[in-house]
């Protein structure tokens, strides 16, 4: 008999599976809804750019599946989803919390909004319940920019962690990743590890964010200010149209407020609010750790930013650290932040935390499709500067909410 025509029995009578004679074999999953996928172990990189070791934890984990694969519609990405749903989990929380999925066919906020909805379980913090202080547009039914002024983000933070109402995982998503040079690439780093860094420097401002907490104060206009990463205005923050209403919703959350006062008690417009927020934890327990892994919960770093662009609420111009006037002061930080006993937070320490995270920060440098899905807990990121011409770095976000945004044990009011 020739050898082709053993090849061939072999085959028909399935002692060799088809795939034997791929060009490049991988395993094959056949999912419930009858698709060939393949294999989650195939689609694990351990080469990735981005990626680093912690210790024995390398960090982000990397999915990407083999060029072979037939990974060619939203369909199979559904589907992959689905069907390694409990690996994609395991794979989040033994990576640090960061999870990146690169090559897969995601090309669109359509194609994006599909893929995060096969997550299920996962409820939508939409733009429009969200407390983000970021100027957004809402583009599918779960999708939304990640931030319309160009001066957001750029410091390491949990999502909106400075409010009543966070979301448990953010994902995003690269439809066009900046030009060469251009920079936009987007920083991770562990909150656990930045928290046990702290702790080993600074113990005495550990031990009062976690005793005292911390209480955020916004200064916002009534309408919004794209030059600004925190420019959103306070009827879009708190989704109501009259001061009325707005004053009804901070009175059921615990927030204090004042119209016409600016940072330092500057006089402003009547129209333009000045509000401070319940007291709210700084350090939280990661879920799902039995009381293990402390992350530094908050948006005390970020701070060094945000107050600085609401030193000039009601002017044109957001955050750039190349310039002077951009430099954070004490008398800055009191203005937006306080630990919860009223005592000022440290500005130095601040800094010191900031040079903390990006000596063990981790750099997403985006390819288009990429998506990174991340615990909010777990991991704080940031935005790297970008400074490309408009339009030619276009990333997406959508947020899981949390349904037990507490703090110190008690339910807090979001409306």
């Known amino acids: 008999i020739s050898a082709t025509a053993l090849l061939?029995?072999?085959?028909?009578?399935?002692?060799?599976?088809?795939?034997?004679?791929?060009?490049?074999?991988?395993?094959?999953?056949?999912s419930?809804?009858?698709?060939?996928?393949?294999?989650?172990?195939?689609?694990?990189?351990?080469?990735?750019?981005?990626?680093r070791l912690f210790g024995d934890v390398q960090v982000p984990c990397v999915l990407s599946p083999p060029a072979t694969s037939g990974m060619t519609t939203t369909e199979h990405v559904s589907q992959f989803v689905k069907e390694y749903r409990s690996k994609i989990d395991q794979a989040l929380e033994e990576h640090g919390g960061a999870v990146l999925f690169r090559g897969f066919p995601l090309g669109s906020p359509e194609d994006f909004n599909t893929f995060v909805q096969a997550f299920d379980g996962w409820k939508d913090l939409s733009y429009d319940r969200s407390m983000s202080f970021a100027v957004r547009k809402r583009l599918t039914d779960r999708i939304c920019t990640t931030n319309e002024g160009k001066s957001g983000g750029l410091v390491f933070h949990h999502e909106q962690a400075q409010t009543p109402l966070w979301p448990s995982h953010v994902f995003f998503c690269c439809l066009l990743p900046a030009l060469p040079g251009d920079g936009g690439g987007t920083g991770l780093v562990s909150s656990a590890l930045v928290y046990e860094k702290l702790l080993e420097k600074h113990p005495e401002f550990c031990q009062k964010c976690e005793t005292h907490?911390?209480?955020?104060?916004?200064?916002?206009?009534p309408e919004q200010d794209t030059s600004k990463g925190a420019g959103r205005?306070?009827?879009?923050?708190?989704?109501?149209?009259?001061?009325?209403?707005?004053?009804?919703?901070?009175?059921?959350?615990?927030?204090?407020?004042?119209?016409?006062?600016?940072?330092?008690?500057?006089?402003?417009?009547?129209?333009?609010?000045?509000?401070?927020?319940?007291?709210?934890?700084?350090?939280?327990?990661?879920?799902?750790?039995?009381?293990?892994?402390?992350?530094f919960f908050n948006q005390l770093i970020a701070t060094t930013a945000n107050a600085v662009e609401f030193s000039n609420v009601g002017k044109t111009g957001g955050y750039d650290p190349s310039k002077s006037e951009c430099v954070p002061t004490q008398e800055g930080i009191d203005q937006c932040v306080r630990f919860g006993n009223g005592d000022p937070v440290p500005l130095e320490v601040l800094l010191d935390a900031k040079q903390i995270c990006e000596e063990n920060a981790v750099d997403v440098m985006w390819q288009k499709g990429d998506v990174a899905l991340v615990s909010n807990y777990l991991m704080m990121h940031a935005r790297r500067p970008w400074n490309g011409p408009e339009g030619t770095r276009k990333l997406l976000a959508s947020l899981v909410e949390e349904e037990n945004c507490t703090s110190f044990g008690e339910k807090l009011v979001a409306l």
């Open 233 to 295: 205005s306070w009827r879009s923050f708190f989704h109501v149209n009259t001061k009325e209403e707005c004053e009804r919703k901070m009175e059921a959350g615990g927030w204090t407020w004042a119209w016409g006062v600016g940072p330092g008690g500057a006089e402003l417009d009547a129209d333009f609010l000045k509000c401070t927020t319940p007291k709210l934890e700084a350090v939280k327990v990661a879920p799902g750790f039995a009381g293990t892994k402390k992350c």
């Open 8 to 30: 061939l029995t072999n085959l028909f009578t399935g002692a060799y599976p088809l795939y034997f004679f791929l060009p490049y074999h991988y395993d094959i999953t056949t």
């Open 213 to 221: 907490g911390v209480r955020y104060t916004v200064y916002a206009g």
């Open 32 to 51: 419930k809804m009858g698709l060939n996928l393949p294999s989650f172990e195939s689609c694990i990189v351990t080469n990735a750019p981005e990626q």
